[in-house]
């Protein structure tokens, strides 16, 4: 054997060790090369019988051979130890990790059940914009210049004179606007109020809007049906209670109260004592507001109501502040369900 075929050995010696991946591979290899009757032994050997000029290079390449194939195989066993060690702990028997699942938001779910038992009743759902014109939030719905609601003070103004609508009641016109009587659709959506947050209010929130229109539609109408859909989103024990008040797209109006599912009526923080929780208003359609959109209000009656979302959340699944709702805490979402 010369230095060069010898070299060659080295290199593919070398290449071995770094892929022997398991102790067993490395105590192979060098039993292999540097065991007492591995092929380093047998160059020795070989380099005694050698040419005599040739001798002193060969020795010198098979020794730097054996010492650095030596000095690598020892490092290489101490790092698969290393590793070894970071496995050995591993118990193979344990469960897995099971990636976290999303779960719907308890606004998402309110409103889907809303959707689900109006539209048993034949209600569609209708759509209108976040960003409206004065005209659908307030002059359409027969809403006076001098009315407080229009204060910058409680309502966002944009720049460019729209604002964030204050309630879903503009889809009642904008629906009407687009098609002719009978009407029978709900608008679930977000509304913005200059409101300061606390346990019971929130900036912005959630509505559902409601307005059936046809001939003959009356109170009892409303009642009925605001009552029916009551029992089936919290129950056939709930009481309903309407006050009269005053809206001025409505008339006659009315607030309604749901009795309060967290206490069963007695009295409780989130009721604030009264057993009764305010849901929205309601009432029958203004003839003004007929008259914005050309229906024929000696023919046509109907009545409208709002829903307030984030307070049947927070009835039906006994959360005590609202701003729960919005503080995205996986904790607390993971426990509400449908
Ligand atoms: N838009 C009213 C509110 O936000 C509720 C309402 C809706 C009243 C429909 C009457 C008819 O308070």
């Given at each position: 054997m010369n230095t060069e075929e010898l070299l060659k050995l080295k290199q593919r010696a070398l290449e071995e060790l770094q892929a022997a991946g398991a102790p067993a591979a490395l105590e192979e290899l060098r039993v292999k090369?540097?065991?007492?009757?591995g092929l380093l032994a047998e160059i020795m050997q070989g380099v005694k019988n050698a040419d005599p000029a040739e001798r002193p290079l060969l020795g010198r390449v098979a020794n730097e051979f054996k010492n650095e194939l030596g000095r690598r195989v020892d490092q290489r066993r101490r790092e698969l130890q290393q590793t070894d060690v970071k496995i050995?702990?591993?118990?193979?028997?344990l469960p897995g990790r099971w990636p976290r699942q999303g779960t719907r938001h308890p606004i998402s779910i309110v409103i889907e059940e809303v959707t689900a038992i109006f539209a048993a009743m034949g209600f569609t759902v209708a759509d209108g914009p976040d960003m409206e014109t004065a005209y659908y939030n307030f002059d359409a719905l027969?809403?006076?210049?001098?009315?407080?609601?229009?204060d910058p003070q409680d309502t966002f103004w944009?720049?460019?004179?729209?604002?964030?609508?204050?309630?879903?009641?503009?889809v009642q016109i904008r629906v009407m606007e687009t098609q002719p009587p009978p009407v029978r659709i709900i608008a679930p959506g977000r509304v913005y109020r200059r409101d300061t947050t606390d346990a019971t209010h929130s900036a912005n929130f959630h509505q559902v809007e409601g307005l059936y229109v046809d001939r003959g539609v009356s109170m009892a109408d409303l009642k009925n049906d605001i009552t029916c859909f009551a029992r089936r989103m919290m129950g056939a024990d709930v009481k309903v209670r309407f006050r009269p008040h005053f809206f001025?797209?409505?008339?006659p109006s009315v607030e309604y109260d749901f009795s309060c599912h967290v206490c069963g009526g007695r009295g409780c923080r989130v009721c604030k004592n009264s057993g009764w929780i305010e849901i929205s208003g309601a009432g029958l359609v203004h003839p003004q507001v007929f008259a914005k959109v050309n229906y024929d209000y000696e023919q046509y009656t109907g009545y409208a109501f709002g829903l307030g979302v984030e307070r049947i959340a927070m009835i039906k699944y006994g959360i005590?502040?609202?701003r729960a709702l919005y503080a995205n805490d996986l904790r607390f979402l993971e426990q509400i369900r449908p």
């Open positions: 090369y540097l065991g007492r009757r050995a702990p591993c118990d193979w028997t027969n809403t006076p210049d001098d009315h407080p609601a229009r944009l720049a460019d004179g729209r604002l964030l609508r204050t309630q879903t009641s503009p001025p797209f409505t008339e005590h502040d609202i």
